[in-house]
C-alpha cells in the first residue's frame, strides 16, 4: 500500500522526479522524462506495480531526521536501528548526464542490516523486464532490465537477488562503511552506459542546487518556504525544453477513493506563466526567457490551434485515456493517463500567459523577430472568441459558460497589448484594444457583477461566487480595497470558507463541472485570499491565515494540491507547482506590506499573541513566531 502523500519527497534531475516514502520506498518514478511511462508505481497501486525499497531490516527501526541538505534536492534520512545508525543519502544526478537515481547508506554507529528490495515494471507497472546479469569492464556484476525501448542497469556494491520476478536481499553496514547504488535509464538499442563517480556527482548535485537558490536573497518571515517552493518550481522545470510540469505525478486523487483523478504530467500554459512571474519575481530572469522561448514553439502556427496544455516539448496530443490495470491510490479509480481538458477552451488563457510577458518585459526581457507577433496573433485569436462561452479556470466538463474571471483575463490582455505599445514603444493597434477593452470591461460589470449582492460572480447573470474572482485585482481590473472587491471577499467568506478557514474553489453541487460533488480545499485559493487580506489592512488574518496554509506543508516544505482537514493530510497530485507558486505571491504581498504593519504596531503598542501550540515539535517550514518556545 502506497504511503500518505505527505509523507513522500521529491527527487529530480531537471527531467523527471522521483517520490520517495519515509519507509524507504521510491514508489513513482518515470524514466527518462516526467511524463514518460513510469518504471515504479507502486503510488497507484501495490509493490507489485514496481517500487526500490532500502531500509532497516529492523521493524522498529525509526527516523531520527529526515531533510534535504541545505537549499537542494539531495535528501538525507537518518535511521536508528537496535544496533546501530546509518544515514541514507538519496540523490538524482543534475547536469548532462541524467535519468540516474543513487541511494548511498553510510554507516554512522553500530552494524545495521539494511533490507532491500527492486521490482522494475515499466509500461506504468504493466510489463514485467527481461531482468540478467552482466559484467562491467571493470569485472564488477550488473543487473540489466530490458522492455521493448526502455532498459535500466542497476550498479552497487550490494547487488539484490532474483527471487520470484523481483530482486531483493539484505546486507550489514557498520560504522565508517558506505554502499553506494545506481539505477540509470538508458534506451535499449543503446549500449550500456559506463558507471557514474557518485562521489562527484554528488557534489556536482549539491553545487549547481545551492548556486540556483543563491540567487534568492530575500528575508522575513516566510523566506525559507518561500525558498523551496522556488526551488520546486525549478525541480517541475525540463532543463532542455524549458517547459514546466504542474505536479510529477498522475491520478492523486483529489477526493479519496473518488474519480477527481487526473494526469498533471504537462505545461499548462496558465500554470507556466504564473511560475514565470514568481520566477521573475526574485531574479530568475533567464529561466523565464527559456520559458517564453518554449512558448514560442509550443503554441507556434495557426492561433486557431491554440491549446491550453502541452507536453514538455510541445507536443499536442495528449488524449486522455484510462489504466485499468492499476487500482489506483488507495482506490481510487480510474487512473487517468493523457488529460482531456487538453481540447477545452478556457479564455483566460491568453490573457494570464500576455501578463506573464508583460512582466518579463519589465525586468528587462526584450522581444524578438518572434516573440511580439506571436502575442499579436495570440490577441486576434481572443478577439476571434470574444463573445464565445467557455470550461473556466478549473476546466468544467459541464455546459460552457460567460465566467466572469474569463472574461476579467480576456480584458488583461487587452490591456497589456495596449501598454505594450503606449509605454515599450513596440507595434500594434492600441487605439482599437483600448476599445476592445473598455467595451469588456463595461460588459463585465454590468453582467458579471451583481449589484443586489455586491459582489462578482462565477458566472454572468449567476448568485454565486468562485475563488478564481481573488484574481480581478491581481490583474488591476478593480482595486483590492475597492468596494466591488470587498462585497465580493464577504461573499466568498459565506459560500466558500469552510469551517477549518480555508476556501474551497467554488460550491461543487452546482453542477457546472460535470462531476460528483465534493472536494477538498484547494490551497492556491486560500493563499489568494492571503494576498487580498494584505493588500486591504487585514493584516493581522493575513498572516493568521499564511500560518496555517504554511503549517500544512510537510516537513521537507512541499504541498500537493488540495488539503484534506478532516483527515488531516494531502490530496491531488504533488508536490504541485500551482500551490507553491501562490504560496510565493502570498509571501510577496504580506512581505510588501510588513513595513506599514510594522509602523502601525508601532504607533498601536500591541502585544503579541502567544506562540500556537506545536507539540513540542518544531515544524521546519512554520514561521518562527509560530514554533513554541
Not at 516514502?21 to 518515470?30: A, H, P
Not at 535499449?188 to 536573497?217: C, G, K, M, V
Not at 517552493?229 to 492523486?252: C, K, N, Q, Y
Not at 484574481?471 to 469551517?499: C, H, K, N, W
Request: charged share 25%; proline share 4%; aromatic share 8%.
Amino acid at each position: 500500500m502506497a504511503s500518505r502523500i505527505e509523507d513522500y519527497a521529491l527527487l529530480s534531475d531537471l527531467h523527471t522526479g522521483a517520490l520517495i516514502g519515509r519507509d524507504g520506498s521510491i514508489d513513482w518514478l518515470c524514466f527518462p522524462r516526467f511524463d514518460s511511462p513510469s518504471v515504479f508505481t507502486a503510488l497507484l497501486g501495490t509493490e507489485h506495480h514496481g517500487r526500490w525499497f532500502v531500509a532497516p531490516a529492523d521493524p522498529q527501526a525509526r527516523i531520527i531526521s529526515r531533510a534535504y541538505r541545505d537549499s537542494t534536492f539531495v535528501l538525507e534520512t537518518v535511521w536508528e536501528s537496535a544496533t546501530g545508525v546509518v544515514r541514507v543519502i538519496d540523490f538524482m544526478p543534475v547536469g548532462e548526464r541524467c535519468s540516474t537515481v543513487v541511494r548511498r547508506v553510510v554507516g554512522v554507529a553500530g552494524v545495521v542490516e539494511m533490507a532491500q528490495e527492486i521490482i522494475i515494471r515499466p509500461g506504468y507497472g504493466k510489463v514485467l523486464p527481461w531482468v540478467h546479469r552482466v559484467k562491467d569492464d571493470d569485472g564488477t556484476h550488473a543487473i540489466v532490465a530490458v522492455a521493448g525501448p526502455d532498459a535500466l542497469v542497476l550498479r552497487g556494491d550490494q547487488l539484490p537477488h532474483a527471487v520470484d520476478h523481483k530482486h531483493g536481499g539484505s546486507y550489514t553496514v557498520a560504522a565508517g562503511e558506505t554502499v553506494d547504488q545506481e539505477l540509470s535509464w538508458y534506451a535499449s538499442h543503446r549500449r550500456l552506459p559506463a558507471a557514474i563517480d557518485i562521489a562527484a556527482e554528488l557534489e556536482t548535485t549539491i553545487a549547481y542546487w545551492e548556486d540556483w537558490a543563491s540567487r534568492y536573497n530575500q528575508d522575513g518571515k516566510y523566506a525559507p518556504i518561500v525558498e523551496r517552493s522556488l526551488l520546486v518550481l525549478r525541480a517541475l522545470t525540463h532543463e532542455d525544453t524549458g517547459g514546466i510540469v504542474a505536479a510529477p505525478t498522475m491520478s492523486l486523487p483529489e477526493d479519496f477513493g473518488g474519480a477527481r483523478n487526473w494526469d498533471y504530467r504537462y505545461c499548462w500554459l496558465r500554470d507556466a506563466a504564473l511560475t514565470l512571474e514568481a520566477m521573475l519575481t526574485h531574479g530568475y530572469e533567464d529561466e523565464a526567457l527559456k520559458w517564453r522561448d518554449w512558448l514560442l514553439r509550443a503554441v507556434a502556427g495557426d492561433p486557431e490551434d491554440l491549446q491550453i496544455m502541452y507536453g514538455l516539448s510541445g507536443e499536442r496530443d495528449l488524449t486522455e485515456g484510462q489504466l485499468d490495470h492499476l487500482p489506483g491510490y488507495e482506490g481510487a479509480a480510474p487512473v487517468r493517463i493523457g488529460n482531456g481538458a487538453v481540447g477545452q477552451y478556457q479564455a483566460d488563457v491568453v490573457g494570464e500567459v500576455l501578463v506573464a510577458l508583460e512582466k518579463l518585459r519589465l525586468a528587462g526581457g526584450e522581444e524578438d523577430h518572434f516573440s511580439w507577433p506571436l502575442q499579436l496573433a495570440m490577441l486576434r485569436f481572443v478577439e476571434r472568441h470574444l463573445d464565445e462561452k467557455d470550461h473556466g479556470i478549473w476546466e468544467m466538463r459541464g455546459d460552457l459558460q460567460h465566467f466572469t474571471h474569463s472574461r476579467v483575463m480576456m480584458w488583461a490582455a487587452f490591456d497589456c497589448g495596449v501598454r505594450a505599445v503606449t509605454d515599450h514603444g513596440l507595434k500594434g493597434r492600441a487605439e482599437h484594444w483600448v476599445k476592445v477593452r473598455d467595451r469588456l470591461r463595461a460588459e463585465i460589470l454590468e453582467h458579471g457583477f451583481n449589484k443586489e449582492l455586491n459582489t462578482f460572480t462565477q458566472t454572468y447573470g449567476g448568485t454565486t461566487t468562485d475563488a478564481s474572482l481573488l484574481v480581478i485585482p491581481q490583474v488591476g481590473f478593480v482595486a483590492y480595497d475597492s468596494a466591488q472587491m470587498r462585497g465580493t471577499v464577504a461573499a466568498m467568506e459565506s459560500e466558500l470558507m469552510d469551517q477549518h478557514g480555508l476556501l474551497l474553489r467554488y460550491q461543487t453541487g452546482s453542477g457546472l463541472d460535470g462531476l460528483a460533488p465534493g472536494e477538498h480545499p484547494f490551497l492556491a485559493c486560500s493563499f489568494w485570499l492571503v494576498e487580498q487580506y494584505a493588500h486591504t489592512g487585514r493584516r493581522d488574518e493575513a498572516v493568521a491565515l499564511m500560518d496555517r496554509l504554511t503549517g500544512l506543508a510537510n516537513d521537507l516544505g512541499l504541498l500537493s494540491e488540495e488539503y484534506s482537514m478532516e483527515d488531516n493530510r494531502m490530496a491531488g497530485n504533488y508536490p504541485q507547482a500551482f500551490s507553491h507558486l501562490a504560496l510565493v505571491r502570498a509571501a510577496d504581498a504580506l512581505h510588501g506590506t510588513e513595513a506599514l504593519s510594522l509602523s502601525a504596531d508601532a504607533m498601536d503598542d500591541a502585544v503579541a499573541p502567544p506562540a500556537a501550540d506545536t507539540g513540542g515539535m518544531a515544524h521546519p517550514y512554520l514561521p518562527h513566531e509560530s514554533m513554541g518556545s
